[in-house]
């Protein structure tokens, strides 16, 4: 891909990530990205095979966490949790991880980016934590209660009032502690 098309492929993902942020995956346009980007929608199509694909391109979360081999063991919990409060409600919000988790109720893309997330990098992240044994489980075991928490947070409305971040930090960042460090039955 020559260095034109690769510069109008990353104006589409930039576009494309501010467009789904801004108005989820069913409200926005291929039209919309287009314009925004300053291209033929047709580039679409050619670069990305549609909107599901740029979808998926756009998506691509990489959730950076921190170094845990830093961290005190019996405070592995709370720092995720902390680390994804930063993510969602620090300087730089994550809009993409949201609207991932408010668009997978009903969308099989965004469903699926969200699984190969999970089983990429909080797998590997668990493995580097807790060993190759049941990591699969473990993450997902994680996910249940990031996700919970992401959803009840930011597609229900559950804020700091009905909820202090603090009790929120000990309370779940417990039972992630619990999947990652415990002998899972």
């Known amino acids: 891909m020559g260095r034109d098309a690769q510069a109008t492929r990353d104006r589409l993902i930039m576009a494309a990530r501010k467009a789904f942020s801004a108005r ?17 929608p047709a580039l679409i199509n050619r670069y990305f095979g549609g909107k599901e694909q740029l979808f998926a391109e756009a998506a691509s979360i990489d959730l950076g966490f921190p170094d845990l081999t830093q961290v005190a063991r019996d ?8 680390h994804f409060f930063h993510r969602w409600e620090g300087r730089q919000h994550d809009d993409l991880l949201r609207v991932l988790i408010r ?18 990098q909080v797998g590997a992240m668990v493995e580097r934590v807790a060993g190759p044994a049941r990591a699969r489980e473990r993450a997902c075991l994680i996910a249940t209660q990031i996700l919970g928490l992401a ?15 603090r009790t929120v930090l000990a309370m779940v960042g417990g039972t ?10």
């Open 24 to 40: 989820g995956f069913e409200r926005t346009t291929v039209r919309e990205i287009a314009s925004d980007a300053g291209v033929s």
């Open 151 to 165: 959803y009840a947070r930011y597609v229900l409305g559950i804020s700091d009032e009905d909820v202090p971040q």
């Open 176 to 185: 992630i502690q619990r999947y990652l460090i415990d002998e899972l039955p």
């Open 103 to 120: 668009t997978a109720a009903t969308n099989q893309e965004a469903a699926a980016r969200i699984q190969n997330i999970l089983a990429g």
């Open 75 to 82: 405070q592995l919990g709370v720092t995720l949790v902390a």
